[in-house]
């Protein structure tokens, strides 16, 4: 078994002390230290602006507001203008972002993300409120309970959505190709996510899922992977719509198929957060061919697993261009109950490319859909077409209760599921020639 890697993200104050130089020349002394002086003065100044500006407000602004409360304002302007990542966490968004590192709490079951300025839909989790109501990646969220969201942060956002089991909320969509907005009216639930689950397509394809980076996919995927009726099978490896996770479960991921080179990089301004993680030989599934779907929806950590893939030549990739999420994020905590959010460094895949704003193109694109039918609606196929008969003839004679799939039934994907996922169907053409080619 491949080694599993954990990631700690630890935080620690460095002190900053100045040398002496001792050097012939007085006038590079003499230069060092003015640039200092200058730098120091730089800041008093910038710092005394600040303050001033804080005590005028405090004085004359119309509605009274305290300093507390300024100064909460400041922290977040700052940091949501640095990027569309890095936040000012108070009290209520810290606490907010412990109960969902937890696991379980009250939502919709949905990623956002700021992209060009709109908050927007990362990704639906399979399963969940969002997803059963209709949500999409890439629908902007334009309002929430008839709250603009124009001009709120994530956080704030975030904490709307989130909220008591079995309770409503409405959000108004802006969809793509959609003539006007869409009103999704959609009740909170408990969000627990089965992040890898396992289906075969007929006797020589192994479909796996994974709808988000937690702390158990490497074991999961490794498990089905050992089982002796999955040995040497094509892999189709569907991250569409994932939003991402931990880092060390993407790395881990693509370590079980490449036995060797970088995997991923990050590079920060800081020397201390630049980081390679390389593949190992040991325990490595190297026979079998891999297509990977992904689509908008696909963001961080699975445009990681799709692009290290795609560069290693280890894996085909059919879908959309994926999300563009190639940033690092930690946590500081600046008191007990307060934080900020902070980017502090980018990805890099081992072709050097970066994921950041760009994502990974597909090698193979194909857009959401079903395959296209006759337009009486019957199915190509003769099989296809006669149960499209018997259910006409069922309507006419009467209703037929559905039989309920059995367990067995539910862990297969039939050609009729395939016509209703075009880049699925796709995908698993690609997985048969590679396997043709591969003997």
Do not use: W
């Given at each position: 078994?491949?080694?599993?890697?954990?990631?700690?993200?630890?935080?620690?104050?460095?002190?900053?002390?100045?040398?002496?130089?001792?050097?012939?020349?007085?006038?590079?002394?003499?230069?060092?230290?003015?640039?200092?002086?200058?730098?120091?003065?730089?800041?008093?100044?910038?710092?005394?602006?600040?303050?001033?500006?804080?005590?005028?407000?405090?004085?004359?602004?119309?509605?009274?507001?305290?300093?507390?409360?300024?100064?909460?304002?400041?922290?977040?302007?700052?940091?949501?203008?640095?990027?569309?990542?890095?936040?000012?966490?108070?009290?209520?968004h810290?606490?907010?972002?412990?109960?969902?590192?937890?696991?379980?709490?009250?939502?919709?079951?949905?990623?956002?993300g700021?992209?060009?300025?709109?908050?927007?839909?990362?990704?639906?989790?399979?399963?969940t409120?969002a997803?059963?109501?209709?949500?999409?990646?890439?629908?902007?969220?334009?309002?929430?309970?008839?709250?603009?969201?124009?001009?709120?942060?994530?956080?704030?956002?975030?904490?709307?959505?989130?909220?008591?089991?079995?309770?409503?909320?409405?959000?108004?969509?802006?969809?793509?190709?959609?003539?006007?907005?869409?009103?999704?009216?959609?009740?909170?639930?408990?969000?627990?996510?089965?992040?890898?689950?396992?289906?075969q397509?007929?006797?020589?394809?192994?479909?796996?899922?994974?709808?988000?980076?937690?702390?158990?996919?490497?074991?999961?995927?490794?498990?089905?992977?050992?089982?002796?009726?999955?040995?040497?099978?094509?892999?189709?490896?569907?991250?569409?719509?994932?939003p991402?996770?931990?880092?060390?479960?993407?790395?881990?991921?693509?370590?079980?198929?490449?036995?060797?080179?970088?995997?991923?990089?990050?590079?920060?301004?800081?020397?201390?957060?630049?980081?390679?993680?390389?593949?190992?030989?040991?325990?490595?599934?190297?026979?079998?061919?891999i297509?990977?779907?992904?689509?908008?929806?696909?963001?961080?950590?699975?445009?990681?697993?799709?692009?290290?893939?795609q560069?290693?030549?280890?894996?085909?990739?059919?879908g959309?261009?994926?999300?563009?999420?190639?940033?690092?994020?930690?946590?500081?905590?600046?008191?007990?109950?307060?934080?900020?959010?902070?980017?502090?460094?980018?990805?890099?895949?081992p072709?050097?490319?970066?994921?950041?704003?760009?994502?990974?193109?597909?090698d193979?694109?194909?857009?959401?859909?079903?395959?296209?039918?006759?337009?009486?609606?019957?199915?190509?196929?003769?099989?296809?077409?006669?149960?499209?008969?018997?259910?006409?003839?069922?309507?006419?004679?009467?209703?037929?209760?559905?039989?309920?799939?059995?367990?067995?039934d539910?862990?297969?994907?039939?050609?009729?599921?395939?016509?209703?996922?075009?880049?699925?169907?796709?995908?698993?053409?690609?997985?048969?020639?590679?396997?043709?080619?591969?003997?």
């Amino acid at each position: 078994m491949k080694k599993n890697r954990f990631i700690t993200l630890g935080f620690s104050a460095t002190a900053l002390t100045g040398a002496l130089l001792l050097t012939p020349s007085l006038f590079a002394k003499e230069a060092t230290s003015s640039s200092e002086v200058s730098v120091q003065q730089s800041r008093l100044q910038s710092l005394a602006k600040f303050t001033k500006v804080l005590g005028l407000v405090e004085k004359y602004n119309v509605d009274p507001v305290t300093i507390e409360e300024l100064m909460d304002k400041a922290l977040s302007g700052m940091l949501s203008n640095l990027d569309a990542h890095s936040t000012f966490l108070n009290e209520k968004h810290f606490e907010s972002m412990r109960i969902q590192t937890d696991g379980e709490f009250g939502g919709l079951g949905i990623t956002v993300g700021m992209k060009d300025g709109a908050l927007t839909v990362v990704a639906p989790i399979e399963g969940t409120p969002a997803d059963k109501a209709g949500l999409k990646a890439a629908d902007i969220i334009l309002k929430i309970n008839d709250k603009s969201t124009l001009n709120m942060t994530i956080d704030d956002a975030v904490g709307i959505m989130r909220g008591k089991k079995g309770t409503p909320i409405n959000l108004t969509i802006v969809r793509k190709n959609e003539p006007k907005p869409l009103n999704i009216d959609i009740i909170r639930d408990i969000i627990k996510i089965q992040s890898v689950y396992a289906k075969q397509i007929g006797d020589d394809l192994l479909y796996l899922r994974v709808t988000s980076f937690d702390k158990k996919v490497v074991e999961g995927i490794e498990k089905e992977l050992q089982k002796p009726s999955n040995k040497d099978k094509g892999i189709i490896l569907d991250l569409r719509n994932n939003p991402g996770g931990l880092l060390d479960q993407a790395v881990g991921l693509v370590d079980l198929f490449v036995d060797k080179g970088v995997i991923v990089s990050q590079k920060g301004r800081d020397k201390k957060e630049e980081k390679t993680y390389s593949a190992t030989a040991a325990g490595t599934y190297s026979k079998p061919p891999i297509v990977v779907l992904v689509n908008e929806g696909s963001a961080s950590a699975s445009e990681i697993v799709s692009g290290a893939l795609q560069d290693h030549k280890r894996a085909v990739i059919v879908g959309e261009n994926t999300f563009g999420k190639g940033s690092v994020q930690v946590i500081l905590p600046i008191t007990d109950a307060e934080a900020i959010k902070l980017t502090i460094a980018r990805y890099y895949l081992p072709s050097g490319r970066t994921i950041q704003a760009v994502g990974v193109k597909p090698d193979v694109e194909v857009h959401s859909g079903e395959v296209k039918t006759y337009e009486n609606g019957f199915s190509l196929k003769e099989a296809d077409l006669k149960k499209h008969l018997e259910g006409e003839l069922e309507k006419v004679n009467g209703h037929k209760p559905k039989k309920e799939k059995s367990e067995k039934d539910k862990n297969i994907i039939t050609e009729k599921d395939m016509t209703k996922d075009l880049q699925l169907k796709e995908a698993v053409g690609i997985a048969k020639a590679l396997q043709i080619m591969k003997g």
